[in-house]
């Protein structure tokens, strides 16, 4: 979560003399945020507070990855097999392809099951989070989702999950399920396998997928 907060510092504090090249996306006010695009697409964002910047970071990530963003969501739900199929493959980490869906999804039901993420917000800071990343993830959450309503799913402009059933608003939860996700499967990605699929000795390793639930319909997301 502090890798969002410095990634919105820099987008502000790299305003300054930088040519616009766009209008902002968001529009300026005492409690808004304003995005300026300069060459080679990059947005800035200005905003009084972190909860402003947060919201103008959010925006400009829909806008420019919303189906990445929500492939992502996806994923640390685990609900990729009830939209996608359990026999499609997914990569919670940073190779490509390495587990099904079903194994995505019973690693991350684990952690929502044990709420992990849950009782790692319920400590105070430092162990938690900061309160500046609390007001920049919730302005984050809000400037997604109004992006998602005022576009609408069916019109987004990539098609790779134009209209897709698994594309929604966002909650505060999600961000952070994502923000826990990118720091332990660096390492964890290549364990998750043998993770889910473990059995007792002499057991059948089948018996851990039994009972997979089929696809509902949706587009197929981005490659991760």
């Known amino acids: 979560m502090a890798v969002l907060a410095a990634a919105a510092v820099m987008g502000t504090t790299a305003v300054a003399g930088a040519p616009v090249t766009a209008s902002p ?45 929500a492939d992502t969501y996806l994923m640390v739900d685990a609900r990729r097999s009830r939209y996608l199929g359990p026999d499609g493959r997914t990569s919670p980490g940073q190779n490509q392809n390495t587990t099904t869906n079903l194994n995505s999804d019973l690693y991350f039901q684990r952690l929502k099951d044990d ?7 319920n400590r ?14 919730r302005g984050y959450v809000q400037g997604y989702n109004r992006y998602l309503a005022e ?6 402009s990539d098609p790779a999950c134009r ?11 999600d961000v952070y399920r994502h923000a826990h996700a990118e720091i332990i499967m660096g390492s964890a990605d290549a364990l998750l396998d043998g993770q889910v699929n473990a059995v007792p000795p002499g057991a059948s390793a089948t018996a851990a997928t ?9 587009r197929s997301p981005p490659s991760r």
Do not use: F
Request: net charge negative.
């Open 115 to 121: 709420m992990v993420v849950e009782r790692l917000l």
């Open 151 to 156: 576009t609408g799913v069916d019109n987004l």
């Open 124 to 137: 105070p800071a430092p162990d938690g989070p900061e309160p500046e990343v609390r007001e920049a993830v």
């Open 25 to 69: 996306a968001v529009a300026q006010g005492p409690d808004r945020p304003t995005i300026r695009y300069t060459e080679y697409g990059i947005p800035h964002i200005i905003a009084s507070d972190w909860e402003g910047l947060g919201a103008g970071y959010g925006y400009a990530a829909a806008k420019d990855n919303v189906c990445t963003l």
């Open 210 to 218: 039994a009972g997979a639930p089929g696809p509902r319909r949706g």
């Open 163 to 173: 209209g897709a059933a698994w594309v929604r608003p966002i909650t505060e939860l």
